[in-house]
């Protein structure tokens, strides 16, 4: 069901995977940007030295407010980019990517998951 490059399953809920990149955002309702709290974000990504390691996989949850944050370490992949998957109920999971070039300390990416059914 979930594709992606370098994908496998994640189990481990952790907000600390590294550091020297913070990264933090909203998950909100395509359409009507309402928060989605509780959202599942699974993320995976390259490490510093350029390769996919298993303590740079983790899952967490969306707050009340649909804002999220963790904290791990600069992708230094050819494109550096970090990979999501996000989910919640009542509506479609996301797949998708944030894709950066210069290092910096912190980035946001705002997540929107489409209803299943419309006219809510």
Known sequence: MHSGTHYSPITTE???????LTVSGRVLEAGSCRPLPHAKIAHWQASREGYYTDRLRA???SGADGEYRFDTEWPAAMVPHIHFIVSAPGHRTLTTQWVGSDPVEAITVNLALEPLTQGR
């Open 14 to 20: 952790r907000t600390d995977i590294g550091e020297g």
């Open 59 to 61: 899952f967490l949850y």
